[in-house]
Every structure is written in structure tokens, then in C-alpha cells.
């Protein structure tokens, strides 16, 4: 049985062009990135080793690539592949992505909140049959 631990990335910003009216279409806008994962680390508890874990690092560069250099309407579909993607990992079992888009409206709203949850065996039933 896996020793499972939870691994959190907070506050990360990102800028990318994504929405679907006006500006929003044309101009970068900020987002706040958190993700949460729950990672086995059965062996690096031992060892120390890097190699035997989850690196964060691959967390963040995918979150990065979602929002810098990808483009979509729904801030619900960057969560949902950015979850998706980090659950390919197998030392990954579970992860969770809320995306704040801030100064997201001129009427005072703070930001955006969404929450995706996927584990792997979601994603090895789903994976054939989903996009991106």
C-alpha cells in the first residue's frame, strides 16, 4: 500500500489571452493558480531521492503552458487540463486546480474561482474518449 502525501502549489501567476468577449479575446490577463496534490512517496521517504518522487517543477510548467501559451474560452477547461494532465503521472493520485482570474469584471468581482478533481482511474477510463 502507498504512503500518500499531500503537495501544494500556491499563488502561482500566470498571463495568458483567454475568454470569449472583447478585450478578453486580444489582451493577456492574470491568473492565480493553486494546486493540490495527493502524491505516493513510499520511496522517497527512504531514499531522498528526487527520482522517487512527484517534482513540483512538472506541475508548474504544466499549469505555465495552460495558460501562457494555450488559448480557451472557460477558465473550467484550463483547470480541467491542467488536473488532467498532472493526473498522467502515476505517482499522482489525486489533484485538485482552482484558477482565479483576477480583475475579472469592472463591477468590483475579485476574481473567478473553479475547482477540478481528477484521479488516475478517472483517467484511464476517460482518457480515450476526452479532448485535450
Do not use: W
Not at 16 to 33: K, P
Amino acid at each position: 500500500m502507498p504512503t500518500l502525501s499531500n503537495l501544494f502549489l500556491n499563488n502561482l501567476v500566470f498571463s495568458g489571452i483567454h475568454g470569449a468577449t472583447g478585450r478578453e479575446t486580444t489582451d493577456r490577463q492574470h491568473f492565480e493558480v493553486d494546486i493540490e496534490m495527493q502524491i505516493d512517496i513510499s520511496s522517497c521517504k527512504e531514499t531522498d531521492a528526487l527520482s522517487d518522487t512527484y517534482d513540483y517543477k512538472h506541475a508548474h510548467d504544466i499549469a505555465k503552458i495552460v495558460i501562457e501559451d494555450e488559448h480557451y474560452v472557460l477558465i473550467e477547461t484550463m483547470a480541467y487540463l491542467i488536473a488532467k494532465r498532472i493526473c498522467l503521472d502515476p505517482k499522482v493520485f489525486f489533484a485538485a486546480v482552482t484558477i482565479t482570474k483576477l480583475h475579472a469584471s469592472q463591477n468590483g468581482s475579485p476574481g473567478i474561482e473553479v475547482s477540478y478533481k481528477r484521479t488516475p482511474q478517472e483517467m484511464i477510463t476517460n482518457l480515450n474518449t476526452q479532448t485535450p
